[in-house]
């Protein structure tokens, strides 16, 4: 797969990309919004594969719940991989539901060898039900367990190695995350080691103030803030080129300011912006 | 500190508790803030939860928000949130209770068409949603129609609805994204409506109420002449072969093996 920057795929650009076919390195989707039956996300999704690579992003397997993980959901996203084959295929570290309940936000879990133990065996189930590896994405965070014994990092980094999956590094939640908790976000980053790395995101936050005190929240409602530019290019000079995505899910824009946010990816990680067009197809690299 | 399962029930309690609730006092003591109270913290995603589902509601019910304004929408969101909390992990399915719920919501009863608006707005969402199927060709459907024992299908996105207000009009000037200033005159009374999405795109048709009661029949199953008796029944001078006919132009059937 191309390094060059994807966006995610949103209906309102549907027409817009389908007939301009701009240069990006993939298109990624909520996989929650291509569960309907029929109709015109899977008409337009089916059309945008042919010129496209796709990534499929899961927000409503609540890996980190305590119960079990919902049979059915599975039977729809091991559907929706078998149809579309995506390049990529990631999830959450956080639970989203509990006791048969949807809650639709990626809730924190404490980080204890009871929490690692049900996020693993998660991990592996969905890799088993969909027959390949998938990525876990760093959430992010607005408080922390006072009986977590193990700090993020590490604990994404001991799932990896249990269960073999891949790590989705979102750099804005690990700012979020860290800027919310009073830590630091490079001393976050020097301990994720670059093999794990297979994707990035970038995505734009807020700032609101509570009892006069700066939290973020992260809304991907604006453009990426500079100092995620300035992690984004520590990062992958450090690590190399990944698959980089502009997340903007909140008042989404027009689609040439999410081209504009993917060009100034591109120029941050020093990729040529046409290098991935072959024709009518993407290159997949080697 | 609690077990997980402990920690996510009383974490989910907390959630879909009323706005204001405090929050338990053990989990409070769990949860670490430094500079921002835990209760605010908490609060964060008790905000995220009801501003996803709002939200879903606002995008699956945009004329309804639009009658309604974004105050009371909110407003009614929130009351049908708290007795019908969502069970599934895809937003798509959220909501569809919501014409039904404000059939009987006492703060609406001022706007007596507002639960139709919704229910045009759900039956419009199921058939974007609705199963792939290829339509049935004209001349097919001809012959189709010409035997009384057989069986016509509607298409799989096909719905019906009937409204004793000018729904799909109603529903028509708060979807468009022109700005309506003052009052609009909106004629008729009575509606039949067929819901189908042949192709890629959705359409509302006002018919007949003799074509919709064929439709019906069709739609439960009854045989060709079953369905034209249904018709001709509410208006013995209509030719419905012919009606029927130009909605399979407008590839409202499909054939059966696609059921």
Redesign the interface.
């Given at each position: 797969m191309s390094a060059a920057a994807g966006i995610g795929l949103k209906p309102a650009h549907y027409r817009a990309l389908l007939t301009d076919r701009p240069p990006l390195g993939f298109l990624e989707i909520h996989t929650e919004n291509y569960m309907g039956a029929g109709g015109s996300p899977h008409r337009y999704l089916a059309a945008l594969a042919e010129s496209y690579p796709l990534s499929f992003h899961g927000v409503g397997m609540s890996l980190g719940g305590a119960g079990p993980l919902n049979r059915s959901h599975l039977a729809r996203w091991r559907e929706l991989v078998d149809r579309y084959d995506p390049t990529l295929v990631s999830e959450h570290v956080a639970w989203s539901s509990h006791d048969g309940y949807a809650l639709h936000d990626l809730l924190p879990i404490p980080y204890t060898e009871e929490s690692l133990r049900a996020l693993c065996e998660h991990i592996e189930q969905m890799q088993d039900v969909l027959g390949r590896r998938i990525l876990i994405e760093n959430p992010s965070r607005y408080l922390e367990f006072s009986y977590s014994d193990t700090a993020e990092p590490e604990f994404l980094v001991e799932a990896t190695a249990r269960t073999g999956c891949g790590l989705l590094l979102d750099l804005n939640n690990v700012f979020v995350s860290t800027c919310n908790q009073g830590e630091d976000a490079t001393r976050y980053l020097a301990r994720i080691p670059s093999h794990l790395v297979e994707e990035i995101h970038l995505a734009g936050h807020s700032i609101n103030t509570v009892d006069g005190e700066e939290i973020r929240i992260d809304d991907h409602g604006s453009p990426v803030c500079d100092p995620v530019w300035q992690l984004y290019r520590d990062t992958v000079s450090r690590i190399g080129r990944r698959p980089t995505l502009i997340e903007w899910d909140t008042d989404v824009p027009e689609i040439e300011v999410l081209l504009g946010e993917a060009e100034r990816a591109n120029e941050a990680a020093a990729v040529p912006s046409r290098d991935s067009i072959q024709g009518n197809r993407y290159a997949l690299a080697p | 500190?609690r077990?997980?399962?402990d920690?996510?029930?009383s974490?989910?309690e907390f959630?879909?508790s009323p706005p204001g609730t405090r929050v338990d006092p053990v989990l409070s003591?769990?949860?670490?803030?430094?500079?921002?109270?835990?209760e605010?913290?908490?609060a964060?995603?008790k905000n995220?939860?009801y501003a996803?589902?709002i939200g879903?509601l606002r995008d699956s019910y945009p004329a309804v928000h639009r009658l309604v304004g974004h105050d009371f929408f909110r407003f009614a969101a929130m009351e049908y949130i708290r007795a019908h909390?969502?069970?599934?992990?895809?937003?798509?399915e959220y909501g569809a209770s919501f014409p039904e719920f404000l059939g009987g919501f006492e703060a609406a009863s001022s706007v007596p068409y507002l639960p139709d608006v919704a229910r045009l707005e759900q039956l419009y969402l199921e058939?974007?949603?609705?199963?792939?199927a290829a339509p049935l060709p004209k001349a097919e459907c001809a012959v189709l129609l010409s035997d009384g024992s057989a069986q016509l299908r509607l298409h799989?996105?096909a719905r019906l609805m009937t409204s004793s207000f000018p729904v799909s009009r109603i529903w028509e000037v708060n979807v468009r994204p022109a700005v309506i200033d003052g009052r609009i005159q909106i004629p008729g009374g009575a509606e039949y409506l067929l819901i189908v999405?042949p192709h890629?795109?959705v359409e509302v048709r006002r018919i007949s109420s003799s074509t919709h009661a064929a439709l019906a029949a069709l739609e439960r199953g009854c045989s060709v002449a079953e369905a034209l008796a249904a018709g001709t029944d509410i208006d013995p001078g209509i030719d419905l072969p012919m009606h029927l006919l130009s909605l399979a132009d407008g590839d409202t059937f499909c054939s059966c093996e696609n059921q």
């Open positions: - | 500190m077990s997980l399962p920690l996510q029930r974490f989910t959630l879909l003591v769990e949860v670490r803030g430094q500079r921002v109270p835990v605010k913290r908490l964060i995603y995220n939860v996803q589902l879903a909390p969502s069970r599934s992990p895809t937003l798509l058939s974007y949603h609705a199963p792939e799989t996105s999405r890629t795109t």
